[in-house]
């Protein structure tokens, strides 16, 4: 990712000493940010995925709900026209 690589130029800008060392300690800086954020984006669809699964749970316990109404419904129904 071009920002990555961008933030990490402007943390080591300036810095002076080996530019081996630097060179690799940016690489490293570099891959552990871009693991970081492979982790989060993953985590990310982990949570769409099981939000997905919940509302499916909602609805499917909805429409047991609204047919448990509706056979109730029906029921007092016939027993008020047995009963009359």
């Given at each position: ?27 490293e800086?570099k ?22 699964l ?10 047991c ?5 509706n ?6 129904h ?7």
């Open positions: 990712m071009k920002q990555i690589e961008v933030f990490v130029d402007k943390v080591y800008q300036g810095v002076g000493g080996n530019e081996k060392e630097i060179k690799d300690l940016k690489t800086m891959n552990h940010l871009l693991e970081a954020v492979y982790e989060l984006k993953k985590k990310e669809n982990q949570s769409k995925k099981l939000l997905k919940l509302l499916i749970d909602l609805v499917e316990k909805k429409k709900v609204l047919l448990s109404v056979c109730f419904r029906h029921k007092k016939l027993l008020k026209e047995c009963f009359i």
